[in-house]
C-alpha cells in the first residue's frame, strides 16, 4: 500500500563558516524547487537573486559554486510544517551594526521563536535549546540580549513570500519542533498517574516493594503513562535530579523516553555528500556522512568538568544507502546530532582510555564493503536496527 502523502513546506538551505544552516530567501527557494521538480542538474541564482549571481548550485551534489573562487560550500532540502514561520510568510531578523541591515536567525531558531511566540510567553531564553546562541529574546520590546556580555539588538518579525508547498510520504516526514527547557514537575504531570501499588512489584529503581516506602522516605507510586511501569515517585525524582537534567523521562525498566532527550556530544560538526556509487545490496546513489569534534574541556555536564576531553579517529565517515529508508534514517541522525546524541564524552570501549569522545550506541556503517567485521555493507538489516536505536533515544 502506497505511503500517505503529507503536505510540508521546502526550504533549501546553504552552510556558512559556523557550519549552520542558513535559509536562501524564499524567490530563491522557488528557483531551486523548479529546478529540483524538473530533474535540472544546476541553477544560477542570479535568476531569482542579482545579488547572487556569481553563484549556482549544483542540484545532484547538492553543492553551491562561486563562479569567482574554487569555493564549494554544502546546500540542503529541507522540510518544515505549514505552521511554521516559512509556511506563514513570516521572517524573524536581527539589526545588524548598520541602518536597516537586518539577518535572518536559522530557520530551526526561527521555528522556536515562532512557536513562543504564539504562546504569548514575554521571554525565550534561546540557549536553553541552542547551547551555541547565548540569548534572551524579550518580546515586549522586540530585543536580543546577549547573556554574556549584555549587548542588545532590535529584532522584528517582518512579513515575506511564503516558501513553496510539496508533498512527500508521511513517513518520511519527521520534524522535532525545538522545545523550551523544563522542569521535573512538568514532566511528571505530562507523563505519569499516581497509581496503587501492586502487591509483590518492586520498585526498580530502589528494589523495594511498591507496598513499601521507598528507600528515600515517602511511599507515593506512579506509574508512566505509556509504559506502564510503576515507581516510587521519590525514587525517580532521585534518578532524575542525579543526572543534572530535567529535559526527559526515562523508564528504569524499559528505557523508553518521555520529553525530549538532550545528550552531552561534544560541539561538532555533521556534514553530508551523494557518492555516485552503489553499496553493496544496493542499486542507488551512496550517502556519506562525516562528522567532525575537536579536543576541548568538558562542561558541567560530563563527567569530569574542567578536565579536556580528547578525540580519536575523527573526522570519522560513514554511509548510508539513498533510499527511501536510508534517507529517513539520515534525518533522524541529523536530528540526534542536533540533541547531541551521537556521541558522548567517557572511557573507550576498546582502549579503556577515560575522558574521550566515543559513540553514544547509535551504531553507523564506517565502511563501504565487506561486513566481516560488522561494519560494512551488506546488511539488510542495519536500516532497522539503526531506526529502533534511534528511537530507544526517543528519536523517531
Not at 89 to 102: M, R
Not at 208 to 215: A, C, F, G, Q, V
Request: with cysteine.
Amino acid at each position: 500500500m502506497a505511503s500517505a502523502m503529507q503536505q510540508v513546506v521546502v526550504v533549501w538551505e546553504w552552510e556558512n563558516s559556523q557550519h549552520r544552516w542558513r535559509p536562501y530567501s524564499p524567490q530563491v527557494v522557488q528557483l531551486l524547487e523548479r529546478a529540483f521538480s524538473k530533474g535540472l542538474k544546476s541553477v544560477f541564482l542570479g535568476d531569482a537573486e542579482p545579488l547572487l549571481s556569481n553563484f549556482s548550485v549544483h542540484i545532484t551534489s547538492l553543492r553551491q559554486l562561486c563562479d569567482s573562487s574554487d569555493r564549494e560550500i554544502a546546500v540542503r532540502r529541507q522540510f518544515y510544517p505549514p505552521s511554521s514561520p516559512a509556511g506563514r510568510g513570516a521572517v524573524w531578523q536581527w539589526a545588524g551594526d548598520t541602518p536597516s541591515e537586518w539577518h535572518s536567525y536559522d530557520m530551526d531558531v526561527q521555528c522556536l521563536v515562532e512557536t513562543v511566540w504564539s504562546m504569548g510567553e514575554q521571554t525565550v531564553d534561546v540557549s536553553h535549546v541552542f547551547p551555541h546562541l547565548p540569548y534572551i529574546i524579550n518580546f515586549c520590546n522586540l530585543t536580543q540580549v546577549k547573556k554574556t556580555s549584555g549587548y542588545v539588538r532590535q529584532l522584528r518579525r517582518a512579513q515575506q513570500a511564503a516558501y513553496p508547498l510539496t508533498k512527500v510520504p508521511a513517513d518520511e516526514f519527521v520534524f522535532q519542533p525545538p522545545t523550551l527547557e523544563v522542569t521535573l514537575d512538568q514532566l511528571l504531570l505530562m507523563y505519569t498517574s499516581v497509581v496503587l501499588p501492586t502487591v509483590g512489584v518492586a520498585c526498580c529503581i530502589c528494589r523495594y516493594m511498591l507496598t513499601e516506602p521507598s528507600s528515600y522516605g515517602d511511599d507515593l507510586v506512579i506509574q508512566l503513562n505509556g509504559c506502564r511501569h510503576a515507581i516510587h515517585l521519590d525514587c525517580l525524582r532521585a534518578m532524575v535530579e542525579s543526572t543534572n537534567q530535567v529535559q526527559y523521562l526515562q523508564c528504569p525498566a524499559c528505557q523508553s523516553i518521555y520529553g525530549r532527550k538532550v545528550g552531552q556530544q561534544p560541539p561538532g560538526r555533521m556534514s553530508t555528500r551523494r557518492l555516485p556509487i552503489p553499496l553493496p545490496g544496493y542499486d542507488c546513489d551512496t550517502i556519506e556522512i562525516s562528522y567532525m569534534i575537536s579536543p576541548g574541556i568538558q562542561g558541567p555536564e560530563h563527567p569530569h568538568p574542567g578536565r579536556p576531553y580528547k578525540v580519536r579517529g575523527f573526522p570519522r565517515i560513514c554511509y548510508l544507502p539513498s533510499t527511501t529508508q536510508g534517507r529517513k534514517v539520515l534525518r533522524l541522525l541529523e536530528e540526534a546530532w542536533r540533541r547531541r546524541l551521537i556521541f558522548t564524552v567517557g572511557p573507550s570501549a576498546t582502549t579503556g582510555e577515560q575522558d574521550v569522545v566515543t559513540w553514544n550506541e547509535i551504531h553507523h556503517k564506517t565502511e563501504l564493503h565487506g561486513n566481516d567485521s560488522g561494519h560494512g555493507y551488506p546488511d539488510p538489516g542495519y536500516l532497522d536496527r539503526v531506526t529502533a536505536e534511534l528511537a530507544r533515544h526517543g528519536v523517531q
